[in-house]
């Protein structure tokens, strides 16, 4: 089942009180523990779409892709592609939970996961 992820940056030494104009949103097939499905990914590759905001660097939009290397955040494509990995590739998106992820500028940032719902939840809400 697909859900709808939020992420806000977490405390860091530079930002004490963590950043949530820094976030990601996310569509990810999850499993029923919050960890993510590569069987329901595998069936449907498609809709798994990402998005980062943050108030210094604008508006990304990209998808989830796995390969050999684990799960990863492809924003762009070719030579002008970014990518961010998940440092764990078993990370739980649960409410509360931490999720490490190592953006293109090659550092790790954590982000706590501020909202998690069924992405069927979220539709019916808007009908």
Not at 28 to 56: F, Q
Not at 72 to 89: P, V, W
Request: proline fraction near 3%; charge should be neutral.
């Amino acid at each position: 089942m697909r859900y709808l992820v939020s992420l806000a940056l977490a405390r860091s030494r530079e930002f004490p009180a963590g950043n949530p104009e820094c976030r990601y949103e996310l569509t990810l097939p999850l499993k029923g523990d919050r960890r993510l499905d590569l069987e329901g990914w595998s069936r449907s590759r498609t809709g798994n779409r990402v998005r980062r905001l943050c108030r210094d660097l604008g508006e990304l939009w990209g998808e989830l892709k796995h390969d050999r290397g684990g799960w990863f955040l492809s924003f762009g494509h070719g030579e002008a592609a970014e990518e961010a990995f998940f440092a764990e590739n078993d990370g739980c998106f649960a409410v509360g939970a931490a999720v490490a992820i190592v953006e293109w500028d090659g550092q790790t940032r954590t982000f706590r996961v501020v909202a998690c719902a069924p992405e069927r939840a979220s539709a019916d809400k808007a009908a």
